[in-house]
């Protein structure tokens, strides 16, 4: 594809149709000059040439002709496609008339007004596109630039300031106002001002129009009225009315006109010198820059603009030579490539706002999947310096040796623990790490033979977890005196109280292997807390299997979210694409299928919440149990260890045993562990009967009070233990009821 050519002859009463030979089928002009009629003719002379353009326009009226000509380009420019429009030809052959049009009757106006008429009707009809237009209009002037709508603008900015600049957007002149225009009206005003200007200046400088060059420019930008879109389109349409092409040096002008006939047939020799480079695909270099009118159509001629020259002529005998010259400009002009390319740009701001949007899609999604796989508090933001520098101390203390464990404090251990499925937040292995655990050991490897770290028997499977310390677990038997370990002192001593007499007889000099021993103690001593700790991890496994079941629904769900937000959308389109009715609120109607898949996306939104919520519920839930269970678990070690020492140990052995630490000899205050009171369920159900009484629409409120009480009493629980608080839970049983019997095992 090429620069399009038409040759439009201008209207008149003396054409010659023996030396103009048009052939509309095929697109060809001949010129039959009669050079045997001159005496001074050169023999090899050609007197018959044929063009081939793309059209001819012979006679036609001015909605043909724009038709023909304009209407296609105009329409693609809110695509994004720039095109240019010259009209080139002598003076008097209609360029004027092509471009601008006449103005004393509506059917005579030109492509300029046809245009502008063509764009804002695009704008009108166009709803999803939000079209801005704007206008300049330059004249170029014996190599001056000036803007014929100078008058119209704020600016004081006069007009030899101007130069053209180049920028990744292209050639620009800087300086030329350009105005906004937002209707038909508009625009036009713009245009007659630029008009009334040029014959203002033609009288006041005394200069002829015809001797310059106008460029009217329509810069359109597209950009779609769904926010969601950062692309947007821009375009020039520049319509070119040139000088008189005719040669006038040879007419023998002198001063103004002589210099003028210089500047134009400069700067359209330049133009035609550009012409041939641009058509020669051997060029690498174009002259644009040598003259104004060529640098200022620099992006404007072929390449990616789309280009259309009309070629005017003045059909009479006694202009042949003229005519001649525009069409061999003419063919010239087609032989420059052009291929067109839309102007896409991407708004920054949108593509920020965008992409803010989309990380946060992103973020509550991942969010999501971290709930639902029990992944929770996982922080993506990068680290801060402070955080890199914490990181980097713990490395190099963890090297030296100094700490056993590297927290980067990103991820909550805790919690990424209890979520495990199946996982009992134990770790393999024979290491304690608290420091109480390692100091009894350094105790017993010194003392005892055969029984160092190094030589115990080897544990293995269920004991070997048994036996090992729960890392959190192991804080609670840490020197820091906390509620946690007076509920552990209590129970221990209990146990201790019982059992201590008997062992005192029994005692063996060697110790026996711990493991062997953990199944008898399990057995006879602990069976009942090692009852409760089954129990307890029975309910924990149910609870999380629930809670398995409830994630998979709650995927389910949230996939049929998405099929029926797919749907949607599809129907959605399909509305826009076939034209929407509205009702008399000015709302679109919706056929049957739509409504449907409304009433089902709803539907399944209100189970997704009811779903999450009830997910939300269960997993404090869980978290509770497997406290219990780890607390249990801690119990039956300290008391199997407690045990164990005051039935195979020697006094020395356990000796260094802190003072005021949790294991220690003595009674047990008993009054600590028995005394159970009422506890928050077992108070609201009393209260809700009571209150149900005398006013039963408040259920849901209390019911709302008692959650959150849950709530707080789990923290505080968690964060300061104390023993009521944390001793029973509805459907649980806890270690610390092991002389009141278990009433109820179900899970609430
Ligand atoms: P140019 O701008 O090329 O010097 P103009 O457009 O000013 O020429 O035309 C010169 C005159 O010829 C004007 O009066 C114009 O109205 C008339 N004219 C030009 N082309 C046509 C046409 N196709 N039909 C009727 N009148 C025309
Ligand atoms: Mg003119």
Not at 718 to 738: D, L
Request: aromatic share 6%; charged share 25%.
């Amino acid at each position: 594809m090429g620069v399009k050519v038409l040759v439009r002859i201008r209207t008149t009463t003396n054409f010659a149709p023996d030396m103009i030979e048009c052939s509309l089928d095929d697109n060809t002009i001949k010129i039959h000059t009669k050079r045997d009629q001159r005496k001074e003719a050169v023999n090899n002379q050609h007197s018959d040439w044929m063009f081939k353009v793309d059209g001819i326009l012979h006679d036609v009226p001015q909605e043909v002709m724009y038709a023909a000509v304009a209407k296609k380009a105009v329409a693609s420019t809110i695509n994004g496609f720039s095109s240019t429009i010259m009209c080139y030809g002598q003076t008097g052959a209609g360029k004027t008339h092509t471009m601008t049009g006449a103005t004393e009757k509506y059917e005579y106006r030109g492509i300029i007004p046809r245009a502008i008429q063509q764009i804002f009707k695009e704008v009108e009809e166009q709803a999803d596109l939000a079209l801005t237009v704007y206008v300049s209009y330059l004249e170029i002037y014996n190599e001056t630039l000036y803007d014929l709508l100078s008058t119209m603008s704020d600016s004081s900015t006069p007009d030899t300031q101007m130069i053209i600049v180049e920028d990744n957007h292209g050639v620009r002149i800087k300086g030329l106002s350009i105005h906004m225009v937002s209707t038909e009206e508009d625009a036009l005003n713009y245009l007659f001002e630029g008009e009334t200007n040029r014959i203002i200046a033609s009288h006041t400088m005394n200069k002829s129009s015809s001797r310059s060059h106008c460029i009217f420019t329509i810069y359109v930008e597209t950009r779609w009225r769904q926010t969601a879109e950062v692309k947007y389109l821009t375009s020039k349409l520049n319509l070119v009315d040139l000088a008189g092409s005719e040669r006038l040096g040879k007419t023998g002008s002198e001063g103004q006109v002589m210099r003028e006939a210089m500047y134009i047939n400069k700067s359209l020799s330049f133009l035609e010198q550009t012409i041939i480079a641009l058509g020669d695909s051997k060029r690498g270099h174009i002259p644009f820059r040598q003259s104004k009118l060529t640098h200022a159509l620099k992006d404007s001629i072929g390449g990616t603009c789309n280009t259309i020259l009309v070629a005017n002529i003045y059909g009479e005998a006694s202009q042949i030579d003229e005519t001649l010259s525009t069409l061999r400009f003419a063919s010239r002009m087609k032989c420059i490539p052009a291929e067109p390319v839309a102007n896409i740009y991407t708004d920054p701001m949108k593509l920020i706002h965008k992409l803010q949007n989309d990380i946060q899609v992103l973020q509550d999604e991942l969010a999501m999947y971290n709930i639902l796989g029990n992944r929770r508090q996982v922080s993506y933001e990068t680290l801060t310096a402070n955080q890199i520098r914490d990181i980097k101390a713990q490395i190099c203390r963890y090297l030296e040796g100094t700490v056993d464990e590297i927290n980067t404090g990103l991820l909550n251990s805790e919690e990424s623990q209890v979520g495990e499925l199946m996982g009992e937040g134990f770790g393999i292995g024979l290491a304690p790490t608290s420091a109480k655990a390692k100091k009894l050991k350094v105790k017993k490897s010194k003392d005892i033979a055969g029984t160092t770290k190094k030589d115990r028997p080897p544990v293995s499977g269920k004991d070997a977890e048994m036996l090992q310390q729960p890392k959190d677990s192991a804080q609670d038997v840490s020197p820091k005196p906390t509620g946690s370990r007076v509920i552990m002192a209590s129970i221990i001593d209990s146990v201790r109280s019982e059992s201590i007499g008997k062992m005192e007889e029994a005692r063996p000099t060697t110790p026996p292997g711990r493991s062997e021993i953990f199944d008898m103690f399990k057995a006879e001593k602990g069976s009942e807390i090692n009852r409760i700790l089954i129990e307890n991890k029975r309910i924990l496994i149910e609870k999380k299997a629930n809670m398995k079941d409830l994630t998979d629904r709650i995927n389910n769900v949230k996939e049929e979210i998405d099929i029926t937000n797919r749907s949607l959308n599809i129907k959605k389109r399909e509305r826009h694409v076939q034209g929407e009715y509205k009702n008399e609120h000015d709302e679109p109607v919706v056929d049957e299928d739509e409504f449907n898949l409304i009433i089902q996306l709803k539907d399944l939104k209100r189970q997704y919440r009811c779903d999450f919520n009830a997910l939300r519920d269960l997993r404090v839930e869980v978290q509770y149990c497997q406290r219990l269970v780890d607390q249990c678990r801690l119990r039956l070690l300290t008391e199997f260890e407690i045990w164990y020492n005051e039935s195979f140990l020697t006094a020395d052995d356990t000796q260094q045993v802190p003072q005021g630490d949790s294991i220690r000899r003595g009674l047990v205050p008993f009054s600590r562990m028995t005394a159970l009171e009422e506890d928050d369920k077992e108070k609201f159900q009393r209260l809700q009967q009571e209150i149900l009484m005398e006013c039963p629409e408040s259920v849901s409120f209390y019911r709302a009070r008692m959650k959150l009480q849950q709530r707080q009493n789990y923290t505080r629980a968690m964060n300061q233990p104390q023993p009521i608080t944390i001793h029973k839970k509805p459907g649980m049983i806890t270690p610390s009821i092991k002389n009141k019997p278990p009433t109820s095992l179900q899970c609430s």
